[in-house]
């Protein structure tokens, strides 16, 4: 709709391009996706969208420039007694030159600020927030609860074949080229309102470095012993004076094998509507513990890995759990774990509003996937762009002392 654009895609690249016009030559350097399927454990060329090319490269070349600081580590921040300002935050400074010294201490620095945001991803915002909850006694009592692992399962289509020619080869699905995930399945929901029944996810393709690939084809008993056998052979006959040929490349191709295995195979990254049921509290005053338990997700779950199931036999494959559902009580691995500081109408609903500010809190913002007051469904990183953004405008409208009121649960 042209009268209401998208969050992300008309608000977002108009400020860009207001920074643009003011502040030309600021961009960091980007080049194209490689291929290497290295997107889940960071892009090392620069092809990635992440904040150090967008807003804290645009905000470091602003006319009055952010004040960036790394290495630094929040331990606490409380409400200022004194002076002007709201609030005081005290952090640590490290030095990797001198860490792990005997007697090593870290330099420890405070500072003073009106609009305090918390930003540390929901593991780490929960544990700040847990941590200094004495400072705040009007914080929601909902704080912690509402964690949800997004619906994630890690699952593995393992040798798939085709027919081809009239034989049976080794299915060529080579998940180390290529970003990461392609493509994806959605699987319905009962609220869609479509005759579906049952909690909707999503399936996607997973890619992976080739590192993982080396790993997977040379691991396992049978094969590690096939390939030393192999290797004492090939030590026999230069011994022995049976071979002096030193273009050892066929040969050291042959001890790794075809790596069918690792072209045949790949992830499968599942997602969707879990229940929110988990708890995230301190435990000893010192660890971050969760009660989440899949047992209250059972049903989503069994629809999850059925539909699983029925890709990898698609595929001419077999599925496989991970090893932490498969050995470990039926433990989930989540790369998307939100919620425990979920927004709310009120406090007794939630910790935030919906402009991300908490309750009884003035200028205390929290801008992260744990305002999330449930799953997502797909991968949420687009969700949480779009309400940061939402929750920078407020921030930015009650910086300048403008009438923002915020609607709260709209």
């Known amino acids: 709709d042209p009268n209401n654009p998208p969050l992300i895609g008309a608000r977002i690249n108009e ?3 207001n920074i643009h016009s003011e502040r030309a030559g600021f961009e960091m350097p980007r080049t194209t996706c490689r291929l290497c399927g290295e997107c889940d454990i960071g892009c090392n060329y620069g092809s990635k969208n992440t904040l ?6 645009a905000a470091i070349h602003q ?3 952010a004040d960036v600081r790394t290495l630094c580590e929040v331990r606490s921040f409380e409400p200022n007694r004194e002076g002007t300002r709201r ?7 490290h030095d990797p030159e001198k860490c792990g010294e005997p007697g090593y201490e870290a330099e420890t620095k405070e500072v003073f600020c ?3 945001i918390l930003s540390a991803g929901t593991f780490g915002t929960q544990y700040l927030l847990s941590k200094n909850k004495q400072s705040f006694p009007g914080i929601s009592k909902t704080l912690g609860s509402r964690y949800s692992v997004n619906g994630d399962l890690l699952s593995f289509v393992m040798k798939a074949i085709e027919r081809k020619n009239g034989k049976t080869v080794p299915r060529r699905l ?5 970003p990461v995930i392609t493509s994806a399945l959605r699987y319905g929901d009962t609220l869609d309102g479509e005759g579906e029944k049952g909690r909707g996810f999503y399936i996607e393709d997973g890619g992976h470095p080739n590192l993982i690939s080396w790993a997977t084809e040379i691991s396992g008993l049978y094969g590690y012993l096939k390939r030393s056998v192999k290797f004492l052979k090939i030590i026999l006959k230069y011994r022995i004076g049976f071979s002096r040929d030193a273009d050892l490349g066929a040969e050291i191709s042959g001890l790794i094998g075809e790596a069918t295995s690792a072209m045949s195979s790949m992830p499968m990254l599942a997602m969707g509507r879990d229940i929110a049921s988990g708890n995230l509290f301190l435990r000893d005053d010192k660890y971050l513990d969760c009660d989440w338990r899949i047992k209250e997700s059972a049903g989503y779950y069994d629809r999850v890995r059925r539909a699983g199931k029925a890709i990898a036999q698609a595929l001419g494959a077999e599925y496989s759990d991970n090893p932490s559902y498969r050995w470990n009580f039926k433990q989930v691995l989540t790369a998307h ?5 979920a927004m709310g109408v009120d406090d007794k609903d939630g910790v935030v509003s919906g402009c991300g500010e908490v309750f009884g809190a003035k200028g205390l913002y929290v801008a992260d996937g744990s305002v999330m007051p449930g799953p997502v469904g797909p991968n949420p990183s687009l969700t949480i762009a779009a309400l940061s953004n939402r929750f920078a405008e407020h921030i930015i409208a009650d910086h300048k002392g403008a009438n ?3 609607t709260d649960g709209k």
Not at 52 to 57: E, H, L, T
């Open 63 to 65: 006319t009055t420039p």
């Open 87 to 93: 609030y005081r935050v005290e952090y640590l400074i």
């Open 174 to 178: 080579d998940p180390s080229f290529g």
């Open 404 to 406: 923002h009121e915020c």
């Open 337 to 341: 774990p939100i919620g425990g500081c």
């Open 114 to 116: 009106d609009h305090l």
């Open 15 to 17: 400020r860009f391009k």
């Open 52 to 57: 150090d090319f967008n807003y804290i490269s």
